[in-house]
């Protein structure tokens, strides 16, 4: 399993960028799918993420409203538009999925947002 992520970079605040998780070795429509990121000096912590089957979301309270997450089944990826990008949004941003645990993670994207 691989779960390749990209999209991330520089933006002003204000702007937007949109990740992207190309999936290999499992389906994604029968998974979870989330994004988490993990900002400098903290933990790990859940943004987003789409269910399997009818792909109900969920998101953490700070990005309600201005990220959202969405699946395209044919090309196997998962992405996360992220608009109206505050300072507090900088950090690394992981792809993961479970049916039970988190057991699949990608590398990683660094978004970096300038005030």
């Known amino acids: 399993v691989q779960l390749v992520e990209s999209g991330g970079g520089l933006v002003q605040a204000g702007g937007s960028l949109r990740l992207s998780c190309a999936a290999s070795?499992?389906?994604?429509?029968?998974?979870?799918m989330a994004w988490f990121r993990q900002g400098p000096g903290k933990e790990r912590e859940f943004v987003a993420d789409?269910?399997?089957?009818?792909?109900?979301?969920y998101y953490t309270d700070s990005v309600k409203g201005r990220f959202t997450i969405s699946r395209d089944n044919a090309q196997n990826t998962v992405y996360l538009q992220m608009n109206s990008l505050k300072p507090e949004d900088t950090a690394v941003y992981y792809c993961a999925a479970r049916l039970r645990v988190y057991d699949y993670w990608g590398q990683g994207t660094q978004v970096t947002v300038s005030s």
């Open positions: 789409i269910k399997w089957g009818g792909g109900m979301t």
């Open positions: 070795g499992l389906t994604i429509s029968s998974y979870v």
